[in-house]
């Protein structure tokens, strides 16, 4: 389960620390936030593999966990969850199921069940993509093993490693708006608080000549005004 990115929803800083240290030592990458509007935020921005969302939440604008997990599976309908009740919750517990739950744990709960049910959820969860080896374009393809682009009219371009991983990771998530911030963190593996995202346009900017793509209308790596990218290629 190594190398999976998670996010605890949790309004108790105690509890909240707390799972994210467990699922820490499992070897799993853990965001934490502390009420309703930020965890909805970074579910919806965020690569994550599975949320823990407790559904009693402070919020401006989104006051319930349950309205959490509505929008989530309208926005990111693949994406594990498991609610956090406490246990005489019980008629949350199944509306949360019928909204789309995959799971749910019950406070207080062990260290051991929570990381038994998140690993089952895991298990059970369709993979993203992890073995995606090329993309297609409409005039040739990009062979991301190589780190290359092939076009049809025989001519060769070589990308550079950062280059193949940004179109790795946007592809892997394509149907989704990726922020600026989401891959210099993912895909940068650095702080987005610590680099301009200004390092992102320059390297989109690149990459697109190499694919031959208009700058006024590209068809792959497209632009989401005032949000981010978006990958509109097949793969």
């Given at each position: ?67 959490v997990l509505e929008q989530v599976r309208r926005e990111r309908p693949t994406m594990p969850v498991i609610i956090l009740t406490a246990l ?148």
């Amino acid at each position: 389960m190594s190398g999976r990115h998670l996010l605890v929803i949790e309004d108790d800083a105690a509890i909240r620390r707390g799972i994210a240290d467990a699922l820490a030592l499992d070897g799993f990458s853990v965001s934490e936030a502390e009420d309703a509007d930020g965890g909805l935020a970074l579910a919806l921005e965020l690569d994550v593999d599975l949320v823990l969302l407790d559904l009693v939440l402070p919020g401006d604008r989104v006051r319930h966990g349950l309205e959490v997990l509505e929008q989530v599976r309208r926005e990111r309908p693949t994406m594990p969850v498991i609610i956090l009740t406490a246990l005489g919750d019980e008629a949350d517990r199944v509306r949360g199921l019928r909204l789309g739950a995959d799971d749910y744990v019950v406070k207080p709960f062990s260290v051991d069940e929570l990381r038994a049910r998140v690993q089952a959820v895991l298990r059970r969860s369709p993979e993203r993509p992890s073995d995606l080896t090329r993309v297609e374009m409409d005039d040739g393809l990009i062979d991301l093993e190589r780190r290359e682009v092939c076009f049809e009219d025989g001519e060769r371009c070589a990308l550079s490693e950062r280059e193949a991983e940004l179109i790795l990771y946007l592809a892997r998530n394509a149907g989704r708006v990726v922020s600026r911030q989401e891959l210099l963190s993912r895909v940068w593996r650095i702080d987005p608080t610590d680099v301009a995202t200004r390092t992102i346009d320059m390297h989109v900017t690149r990459l697109r000549e190499k694919l031959r793509e208009r700058p006024t209308s590209p068809r792959l790596l497209m632009t989401v005004r005032g949000k981010g990218y978006k990958f509109g290629g097949r793969t």
